[in-house]
């Protein structure tokens, strides 16, 4: 909220027109009809749609066409009654329904098309007065303008010549996830990509994304995507201006408008000017005109003639020229400083160190459900917490062979994700972990079992939640098994079907958010503690107290020294974080 000012600014002073933002149905409809908005800015599901009965997300649904009908008129009718279309005056210009629905659409068949056919004339009924688009969608019903969303779209075209051509997402980096890279694109090819959509009579462009931001809380979604939602963008997630990226894209946005007038009262005719060379010339009966010169070789210059004058073209880059005569931008030719963001440290002082350990002992007497069989972890959790307990026990056997010698036995887990803590009778086995590729994965390692019964518990941990693809409402996650222990006398022992008990969340969940009654969170102590030479136990909890830094400068905790867990600050979720190697499977 603070920060939305200053970026908004920064957005305007680098040539934007129009900021763009979703509405999160998650955000602001977390249970059944209570809306909740607190911005007039602002599209992940509700958890709650998952579970409404005969529910099948994004298809010829009733089920699911009500709740969004629900939600979309609700918020239609908040922004009229706020005037903000600029039908009424206001600064909306354009309203999006679906997204990208294209590959779910092909999926669905006709029942992909009649929903989306549903979609258009939904939201056209609504009576904004302002045009509807879908992007990534080529069989949008009329009005509803089809636009593109990608790393380029030259090549693209609406499905009408009467609709302009419009590139929604222009895809400024990439996602991060955990265990993968941060991805970076140069803005050379990116201002190379946005020319060449106008040069071929492109009318809007819209970064995806300008400023990356953050996901904070448990709000990450993909699974597996990074706390951080940096995307390489101008401004980066701190809302610093990332150069030379942000300056280069001011230059071009600067020199596109210097070239409006043309491109608004003439089409393009165009003209080779070699193999890989070519002339867009923007030339009108009032006598504008703007060129823009391009070369698509990828390594090669070239020197080309343009109106009997001579320019030099760098490999992979458009020049433009606003009078037809002399190039004020080019592409790749990046000039001015880079900029480097480092983090430095606070003079903030970490006093009054306590930790807090989780109780793995008592997990089947504080259990919330106890059945046979296992259960899928959303189905349990309602997403109310990444973390869901699964406790059985195994009666040994005094004469087995493992207990005189024999070689330990070994448990198998599979998962299907993302994360998994193995603890037996209470203490760490192993762990393993899946990735955002593979979210599947099977933890195998010997296990100590003694005579007599023996506690098996399993912490499934999952890395947010899945947002797209058919039928994702469908996915599962969790320990779905088999669980199988080999080795023993009977040679292994399938524990799948065993009674599980069950149990949501942590503790010290409960203890640094607030969550619940105070009487429904078990007298725990925090325990003094100095992090000098102190051994990392697991499913421990850390707190410390400090005085806030001076100044407004942007912050961030160096959580390098930990491995996984979730940062809050005053009672505040900041987010996830993984800084290690993904949890190896320990066979």
Known sequence: ?????????????????????????????????????????????????????????????KPFKHAMQNFTQKIVLMMKDEKLFKSQGGPIILSQIENEYEPEREEFGSAG??????????????????????????????PVINTCNGFYCHSFSPNKPSKPKMWTEAWT?????????????????????????????????NYYMYHGGTNFGRTAGGPFIT????????????????????????????????????????????????????AHVFSSESGQCAAFLSNYHTESAARVTFNNKQYNLPPWSISILPDCKN??????????????????????????WETFNEDVFSLEDDSTITTVGLLEQLNVTRDTSDYLWYSTSVNISSSDSFLHGGERPTLSVQSRGHALHVFVNGQLTGSASGTRTYKRFTFRGNVNLHAGVNTISLLSIAVGLPNNGPHFESYKTGVLGPVVLHGI???????????????????????????????????????????????????????????????????????SSMNKGQVLINGQNIGRYWTGTMFPDLG
């Open 489 to 559: 006398d009977e040679g292994k022992r399938d524990l799948s079907w065993h009674k599980w008990s069950y149990k949501i969340g942590l503790q010290g969940e409960a203890m640094v958010t607030g969550l619940g009654s105070q009487s429904s969170i078990p007298f725990v102590s925090w325990v003094p503690s100095s992090l000098e030479h102190k051994k990392q136990q697991p499913l421990t909890w850390y707190k410390a107290y400090f005085d806030a830094p001076e100044g407004d400068e942007p912050l961030a905790m160096d959580m």
């Open 327 to 352: 190039i004020i931008f080019n592409t790749a030719n990046v000039t001015g400083q880079r900029s480097h963001v480092q983090m430095l440290p606070t003079n903030v002082t970490f006093h009054s």
């Open 227 to 278: 706390t951080s939602y940096d995307y390489d963008a101008p401004i980066d997630e701190y809302g610093l201006i990332r150069e030379p990226k942000y300056g280069h894209l001011k230059k071009l946005h600067k020199a596109i408008k210097l070239c409006e007038n043309a491109l608004l009262t003439a089409n393009s005719t165009v003209t080779s000017l070699g193999n890989y060379e070519e």
């Open 1 to 61: 909220m603070q920060m939305w000012e200053g970026l908004i600014q920064k957005a305007k002073d680098g040539g934007l027109d129009v900021i763009d933002t979703y509405v999160f149905w998650n955000v602001h409809e977390p249970s059944p009809g209570n809306v909740l908005f607190s911005l007039k800015l602002s599209f992940g599901f509700p958890v709650w749609l998952k579970f409404v009965q005969g529910i099948s997300f994004r298809t010829d649904n």
């Open 113 to 142: 098309e009649a929903y989306i056919k549903w979609a258009a004339e939904m939201a056209v009924e609504l009576n904004t007065e302002v045009p509807w688009v879908m992007c990534k969608e080529e069989d949008a019903p009329d």
């Open 173 to 205: 980096g990439w996602f991060s996830d955990f265990g993968g890279q941060n991805y970076q694109r140069p803005v050379e090819d990116l201002a190379f990509a946005v020319a060449r959509f106008i040069q071929k009579g492109g009318s809007f462009v």
